[in-house]
C-alpha cells in the first residue's frame, strides 16, 4: 500500500511507541438464530448516561485505553505538529475576526449575532431599527459565559415579543443536554429561572410570559414540550405534550405569522404536527392531521388558512395545499402548488402577502417568489402572473433563505455562495425585485476566485445512475492523475450537501489537493427519490456511488489510485467504515469523523439515544431477520477482516450522544488486530467534547487542521 514505507521510516527515526493493543474480551449474543461475539464490547460504558452528565464518571480502565489511544496517536503524528500550527495559522488568517452577521429587523429593533476580535464564541446583540452598528448592545456575550469552561455551547435563543427578555439555552459538557435560563434586558441579569436537561427548542407566547421548551427522558431523547411561567418553580411547570412512541423525536418551532407555536412530532419517514395558539398559551395542543407512516408535512399559517407542504397522493417532491385552521384534516386539503418529479420542495415561508419557496430541480437550488391573492378560501390563493425565481448561473453553488422574524413585509434575505466565491448576503425586495448586497464575506489574508476552477461532474454508477461530483482545484494544479483527490461524501437522513465556500479546504487546495464532494445517494441532491435509494435495504448504493465517484475521477485523469483521502464524518463515517472495507486500496488514506461504524449492534440495542428513530433509515434487525441480514452485511465493525487497509484516522468524543465514543474505539481496536499493512490505524478522543467537537471557533480550526496535516503528511504535500 501506498504509505507503507513512510510509517515504517517514521517508527525506525524515532523509535515511536508500540500501538495499544485492547484486550480481547468476547461477549455472546443470539439474534433470529445467529451468535455475535463482540471482543471489544466492554469498551462501552456500562454507566454511559452518567458520564454524559459527569465525564469523570468514566470507568477508569476505559479512561486508560482510551488515554493510550490519543497518545499513541500524538506520538505517530508529531512530525505534523509545525503544520499544523501552520495551519491553524493559515485558516485563522482567512476569518474576520470581529465579523458579526446582517442584523435582522423585528419591530423596533434589529438582532444579530457577532464575534470579536480574539473571541471563540459568539455575542448576541441588537441595535435600535435602523441604527448605527457602534451602537450595539450586547444581550449575551458567550465569551464571558464559557469562560473557565473546556465545552460550551449556546443551543437556541429566542426574545421575548415585547423585547424585554431573552431565553437561551446552554450545555457546557457536549452532550446535548441544555440548561435553559432567561436575561432580563434591562439589567442584564438573569432571573431566578433555570431548566436543566432540556433539548435546545424554545418558544415564547404572544405575552411574554409563558415559554415553551422540550425535555428529555432517560434515554436523553426528547419526548416532552412543557410551559414555563416566568416566576414560578419549575416543578410546577404544564405537560403540554407528552409522545409515546420513542421512536419519534419532537421539535418546537413557530409560523412566521407567530399566530401559532408549532409541535413537530417526527421520525426520518414520517411526522405530525400539533398547534398551540400563541396568544393563549393556557390552551391545548390542536392536531393538524394525524400521522401515518411515510406521510411528512410542515404547517405555515396565513389569515383563516394553513399552508402545509405535504408528501401526501404520491407527491414524492411535495406539493403545497391548503386548508382552514377550524378544520385541517386531509380531506379539506385544497392544492395550490402541484408536485412536479424532481423538483424537491426543501422549505415554504408565508408572508402577508407573499409566499416563497427554496427548491431544488438537477441538484441546483432556487427560491421562487409568487404573491398571495386570496386569504378567505375563495378563489386563487396565489396570484402566478408575477412569480419569478431567483437563481444564478455557476455550475455548482450554495443558496440559503432566510425569512427573518417579521411576518408583514416584502423583504427576504438570502445568501449565495459557491467552492470559488465566497458568501454573498443580500436583501431581497419582494414586491420590486430589487436586490441588495448587505454583505460579502471578506478573506483578510486576500483571496481571488479567478484562482480556483469549480467543476460539477457526472460519475456512473455500477446501475447507471449518474452521481453529481463537485470540485475545486487551483488553476495551475496539473490534470494529469498526479494530484491527490480528497473526497468528501455523507449520503444519509436525506441531507443534500451543498456547494458551499469553504475557507479551510483552501489550505489543502492551494497545497495541489483536488477537493471533491460526492453528492451520493441517501442525500437529496437530486430529489426524495435520491434519498429513498440510499437508505434501508438500498443502502449499500451509498458505498458504491461513493466508490464509483471515486474510479471516475481517477478515469477521467484527476487522480490515480491509490492517491485518494476520503473523509465523511458521523453516518458519512459509516461511508468510510464501509469503502474501507468494500474498496481499500482505491484510497491512501481515511479520516472518519465521530463515525456510526458499528451499526448493528447500535441498532439492536433499544435503549441508546437515536437507536428507536432510526429504524426507519436502517431497519429495525431486532424484528426483522431481513433488516438484521442486511445491516449485518454491511456495518463496518462487522466486516472488518485480515486484509490490508489504507492510513485510517478516527476521530470522537466522550460525551457524543449520536455516536457514542464505544463506537469508533472499538472499530479501531478490531482493525488494528486484523489490518495486515504497515499504514497508521489511529484513534483520537476528544475528552471534554461532543458529536460536534471543540466547541470554540478556533478550536475547531485546529481540529480541521490536525485532520488536514495528516491527509498533507501521506501525501507529501506538508513540507
Not at 158 to 171: I, R
Not at 655 to 660: M, N, S
Not at 683 to 698: E, I, Q, Y
Not at 703 to 713: E, I, P, Q, V
Request: glycine content about 8%; aromatic content about 10%.
Amino acid at each position: 500500500m501506498t504509505g507503507q514505507s513512510d510509517t515504517s521510516a517514521i517508527a525506525e527515526a524515532t523509535a515511536l511507541p508500540e500501538p495499544p493493543i485492547a484486550r480481547r474480551l468476547p461477549v455472546a449474543s443470539t439474534h433470529h438464530g445467529v451468535t455475535l461475539t463482540d471482543d471489544y464490547a466492554w469498551i462501552r460504558a456500562d454507566n454511559w448516561q452518567e458520564v454524559m452528565r459527569q465525564p469523570q464518571a468514566l470507568a477508569g480502565h476505559i479512561r486508560i485505553h482510551l488515554d493510550a489511544e490519543n497518545a499513541y496517536t500524538k506520538a505517530m503524528l508529531a512530525d505534523t505538529e509545525p503544520l499544523q500550527e501552520t495551519l491553524f495559522k493559515e485558516m485563522k488568517a482567512r476569518l474576520k475576526e470581529d465579523d458579526q452577521q446582517v442584523p435582522q429587523p423585528d419591530g423596533p429593533f434589529e438582532y444579530f449575532p457577532r464575534f470579536v476580535k480574539g473571541g471563540q464564541y459568539a455575542q448576541i446583540c441588537r441595535i435600535a431599527r435602523g441604527g448605527s452598528l457602534d451602537d450595539a448592545e450586547v444581550l449575551l456575550d458567550g465569551n464571558a459565559e464559557a469562560e473557565g469552561k473546556s465545552y460550551w455551547d449556546l443551543g437556541a435563543t429566542a426574545h421575548s415579543g415585547d423585547h424585554k427578555l431573552l431565553a437561551f439555552a446552554t450545555d457546557d459538557k457536549g452532550s446535548e443536554l441544555y440548561t435553559i435560563r432567561v436575561r432580563d434586558l434591562s439589567t442584564g441579569q438573569n432571573l431566578a429561572d433555570e431548566i436543566p436537561d432540556a433539548h435546545g427548542s424554545l418558544e415564547w407566547s404572544n405575552d411574554g410570559r409563558t415559554l415553551f421548551y422540550i425535555k428529555v427522558d432517560e434515554h436523553q431523547r426528547p419526548l416532552f414540550v412543557y410551559s414555563h411561567v416566568l416566576g414560578t418553580p419549575v416543578s410546577e411547570d404544564k405537560l403540554v405534550y407528552e409522545e409515546k412512541d420513542s421512536g419519534f423525536f419532537v421539535g418546537l418551532s413557530s409560523t412566521q405569522s407567530e399566530k401559532f407555536i408549532l409541535i413537530d412530532i417526527h421520525d426520518h419517514d414520517t411526522s405530525e404536527v400539533h398547534l398551540i395558539d400563541a396568544r393563549e398559551p393556557d390552551t391545548g395542543p390542536k392536531l393538524v392531521t394525524p400521522r401515518r407512516p411515510g406521510h411528512q408535512y410542515s404547517v405555515e399559517h396565513h389569515g383563516q388558512n394553513l399552508i402545509i407542504a405535504t408528501n401526501s397522493e404520491g407527491a414524492e417532491d411535495f406539493r403545497v395545499v391548503t386548508a382552514p385552521i377550524a378544520a385541517p384534516q386531509e380531506e379539506n386539503w385544497r392544492e395550490i402548488v402541484a408536485h412536479k418529479p424532481g423538483r424537491l420542495i426543501l422549505d415554504v415561508s408565508v408572508f402577508r402577502n407573499f409566499m416563497t419557496r427554496l427548491e431544488r430541480e438537477d441538484s441546483l437550488p432556487r427560491i421562487v417568489i409568487t404573491a398571495i391573492n386570496a386569504t378567505d378560501g375563495s378563489g386563487e390563493f396565489l396570484d402566478r402572473s408575477g412569480e419569478h425565481t431567483i437563481a444564478f448561473e455557476e455550475e455548482a453553488y450554495a443558496l440559503g433563505m432566510s425569512s427573518g422574524y417579521e411576518f408583514d413585509t416584502t423583504r427576504i434575505r438570502f445568501t449565495y455562495s459557491s467552492l470559488t466565491t465566497p458568501a454573498e448576503t443580500y436583501d431581497y425586495d419582494m414586491a420590486t425585485r430589487a436586490r441588495t448586497l448587505r454583505k460579502r464575506q471578506e478573506i483578510p489574508s486576500g483571496h481571488n476566485p479567478a484562482d480556483y476552477v469549480t467543476r460539477r461532474l457526472l460519475a456512473p454508477a455500477a446501475d447507471g445512475a449518474l452521481v453529481p461530483v463537485t470540485l475545486l482545484y487551483k488553476q495551475t494544479t496539473p490534470l494529469d492523475g498526479s494530484a491527490p483527490l480528497f473526497l468528501y461524501g455523507y449520503g444519509a437522513y436525506g441531507i443534500a450537501m451543498p456547494a458551499a465556500f469553504s475557507t479551510a479546504r483552501l489550505s489543502l487546495v492551494d497545497r495541489g489537493f483536488i477537493f471533491a464532494i460526492a453528492h451520493i445517494r441517501g442525500g437529496k441532491d437530486k430529489g426524495y427519490r435520491w434519498y429513498t435509494d440510499g437508505k434501508m435495504k438500498a443502502k449499500k448504493n451509498t458505498f458504491t456511488d461513493f466508490i464509483a465517484a471515486g474510479e471516475h475521477l481517477i478515469a477521467e485523469g484527476f487522480t490515480t489510485r491509490g492517491r485518494i483521502v476520503a473523509n465523511g464524518g458521523s453516518a458519512g463515517g459509516m461511508l468510510m467504515g464501509a469503502i474501507a472495507n468494500m474498496a481499500p486500496d482505491l484510497f491512501l488514506a481515511i479520516i472518519a469523523d465521530v463515525p456510526f461504524v458499528d451499526v448493528l449492534n447500535t441498532m439492536l440495542d433499544k435503549d441508546l439515544p437515536l437507536t428507536p428513530p432510526e429504524w426507519p433509515e436502517w431497519g429495525n434487525p431486532l424484528t426483522s431477520k431481513d433488516d438484521f441480514d442486511y445491516i449485518r452485511s454491511y456495518s463496518p465493525y462487522d466486516n472488518v477482516e485480515a486484509k490490508d487497509y489504507p492510513h485510517i484516522l478516527a476521530l470522537a468524543g466522550l460525551t457524543d450522544p449520536r455516536v457514542t465514543y464505544w463506537e469508533p474505539a472499538k472499530w479501531i481496536a478490531k482493525m488494528r488486530a486484523l489490518n495486515t499493512s504497515d499504514n497508521l490505524v489511529l484513534l483520537k478522543t476528544n475528552m471534554g467534547a461532543g458529536h460536534g467537537g471543540a466547541s470554540g471557533r478556533f478550536d475547531g480550526l485546529k481540529d480541521t487542521a490536525f485532520n488536514f496535516a495528516f491527509a498533507l503528511r501521506l501525501t507529501g504535500l506538508g513540507m
